[in-house]
């Protein structure tokens, strides 16, 4: 059944293979485990605190493209198959029909646009993507019907994501930064080189994913930022 925060229990546990920093006013409702360490600053763990724990290896993303893809199964915003940008325009919403698609990036900052789906879609990206401004919906309020995979490798890059009502994904980019942003939540599982929630960011983890062997296992690095 969809998860829905009514019933939430207590294992959202966070997992780093370095150093997890949790600051004021965070709380995690689970474990926080470390290969490094796990420094709380005013925060809440309810489960255990373990650092030195034993290191998860993660498989990285192999690049999908180009080529990228053809534009089929995409209506609304702008797309170029030769570049594989994806971005939004205006407030009319960017709908993709089931199935798997390879961009390079997605861009919805500054735009009104939502990126919407209504059934199992998997998005391959190659390049920093910005899912921000405009909304992800997940019409289907099942996480794993929205999987994102990055290929980008690096400190400063990969995905910038802000939640919302209907933001149900599993997000895989183990050699990416990956920031959480905005006040609104986000539901299923995010696994990154580095992972970081600005500004009150609420995170639900769906235990459906755990044994989910092509990405959205759990989280690489938690850090609340403000």
Not at 90 to 109: K, N, Q, R, W
Not at 128 to 157: P, W, Y
């Amino acid at each position: 059944m969809p998860y829905t925060i009514l019933t939430a229990g207590s294992e959202g546990d966070v997992l780093s293979n370095g150093n997890i920093l949790l600051s004021a006013l965070t709380r995690v409702k689970g474990n926080a485990i470390a290969g490094g360490s796990v420094l709380k600053i005013g925060a809440t763990v309810t489960g255990a605190s373990v650092s030195g724990a034993p290191l998860r290896p993660y498989l990285p993303v192999s690049p999908c493209g180009p080529p990228y893809s053809s534009g089929i199964g995409i209506t609304g915003g702008i797309y170029d198959p030769a570049t594989g940008r994806l971005r939004g325009a205006g407030a009319v919403p960017i709908v993709l029909a089931s199935g798997t698609y390879c961009f390079s990036s997605i861009d919805l900052s500054g735009s009104a646009s939502a990126l919407t789906v209504t059934g199992p879609v998997r998005i391959f990206l190659t390049a920093h993507s910005l899912l921000t401004g405009g909304t992800v919906e997940n019409a289907t309020l099942v996480a794993e019907n929205l999987k994102i995979f990055s290929s980008v490798s690096s400190v400063k890059e990969g995905l910038d994501i802000a939640g919302g009502p209907l933001a149900y994904m599993a997000v895989y980019a183990p050699n990416a930064r990956v920031v959480v942003s905005g006040s609104g939540d986000l539901y299923g599982s995010v696994v990154g080189a580095t992972v970081s929630a600005t500004t009150g960011a609420k995170f639900h983890y769906d235990k459906r994913l755990k044994d989910n062997q092509d990405g959205g296992i759990v989280m690489v690095t938690w850090r609340e930022v403000f």
